[in-house]
């Protein structure tokens, strides 16, 4: 039997997605978990470990037992989730095509999220930007419970 997870939980660690690391569900705990890419290479080539701190030994593990389990199901990357198209549909979902044509111009260029943040300031729509952006993180996460078959709750 799959575990229950917590939309909430989720679509917290969908937003804290990092290069260099991936994210984890467990279906037989519901727990879910993060291994960075050196711990996978160090479990893959089954490092010696008695040099690591505890710590260390402990993530090494984790990403063998991922290695060795079906239990464990990767949750979207940053990469998959692209968060510049969710910008990009933002700035096309304004209902004042001036603005959202405003917000666009920052999307090209150098520093687009740096840009954008200070259009979304500038414009007084960071609240609306934040809704829309955990709407859209809320629907990657249904997406990805309901194709891994996984029920969901929150």
Sequence with gaps: MTATVDLIDLID?????????????N??????????????????????L?????????????????????????????RDIYEYSIMERFCSSRPDPAEGDRLAATLRGREVF???????RREGLEKAWFAYRHRAFREIAVTWCETHHIPYAG
Excluded: M, N, W
């Design 13 to 25: 660690e969908l937003e804290i997605q990092e290069d260099f690391r991936t994210s984890y569900f």
């Design 114 to 120: 740096r840009r954008f943040r200070e259009a979304l």
């Design 27 to 48: 279906r037989a705990t519901g727990a879910i978990v993060r291994v960075d890419d050196d711990h996978f290479r160090c479990a893959e080539d089954d490092c010696d």
């Design 50 to 78: 008695s040099d690591y701190p505890e710590e260390e030994q402990a993530a090494v593990r984790l990403a063998g037992e991922i290695f060795d389990s079906e239990d464990y199901i990767a949750l979207p990357t940053k």
